[in-house]
T-cell receptor, first 117, second 111 residues
Framework: DAGITQSPRYKITETGRQVTLMCHQT?????MFWYRQDLGHGLRLIYY???????DKGEVSDGYVVSRSKTENFPLTLESATRSQTSVYFC????????????????FGDGTRLSIL | DAKTTQPTSMDCAEGRAANLPCNHS???????VYWYRQIHSQGPQYIIHGLKNNETNEMASLIITEDRKSSTLILPHATLRDTAVYYCIVRVKNAGNMLTFGGGTRLMVKP
């Protein structure tokens, strides 16, 4: 089915480990995003990408790395996981249209629940 | 960035219209108003967006005041499945197509 899928849905790991969260979309949307959601903070942007090989930092990018070698994939890596990175992670995508610029809605995956012990 | 203010929570009877208000008094002329919702344990879901005209789709209607300082999302016949947190968002102006989610309104639809 077309859409945006995240994997794994649940992950438990230990501090200091590297962990990668996957995101795949079938719409060929130009833009992709990673958010984290924590109680008391709502959704906060980690990284986003306007196209393949173009990425930029969001509000809370420290400790995270992204890549976008293909339009449809946007993996998020925690290079050395810390307990403060325990959260629910959402990936989203949106298409690019020149008019109205930057105003296309985002479509979200169902999230990855990450626990770091 | 234009900030938004929403009530923390609201109740609505099943089958009735749910009217969710949002204040965005500092909105700029070229900023759109978006509404998303998040049902428990799911990712946010896009509902509707608009600039200055009222909008309607299969999910909801969006009423934007003439001065654009506030808007109302209307779910015409709320069902139990509409119980969710509803976010009113004004597009962030800086680079990219980012959205900033505030606290939202927790809508409880009751039988």
């Amino acid at each position: 089915d077309a859409g945006i899928t995240q994997s794994p849905r649940y992950k438990i790991t230990e501090t200091g480990r590297q962990v990668t969260l996957m995101c795949h979309q079938t719409w060929s949307h130009s833009y992709m995003f990673w958010y984290r959601q924590d109680l008391g903070h709502g959704l906060r942007l980690i990284y986003y990408s306007a196209a393949a090989d173009i990425t930029d930092k969001g509000e809370v990018s420290d400790g995270y790395v992204v890549s976008r070698s293909k339009t449809e994939n946007f993996p998020l890596t925690l290079e050395s996981a810390t307990r403060s990175q325990t959260s629910v992670y959402f990936c989203a995508s949106s298409e690019y249209r020149p008019q109205p610029l930057f105003n296309q809605p985002q479509h979200f995956g169902d999230g990855t629940r990450l626990s770091i012990l | 960035d234009a900030k938004t203010t929403q009530p923390t929570s609201m109740d609505c009877a099943e089958g009735r219209a749910a009217n969710l208000p949002c204040n965005h008094s500092t909105i700029s002329g070229n900023e759109y108003v978006y509404w998303y919702r998040q049902i428990h344990s799911q990712g946010p879901q896009y509902i509707i967006h608009g600039l200055k005209n009222n909008e309607t789709n299969e999910m909801a209607s969006l009423i934007i005041t003439e001065d654009r300082k506030s808007s109302t999302l209307i779910l015409p016949h709320a069902t139990l499945r509409d119980t969710a947190v509803y976010y009113c968002i004004v597009r962030v102006k800086n680079a990219g197509n980012m959205l900033t989610f505030g606290g939202g309104t927790r809508l409880m639809v009751k039988p």
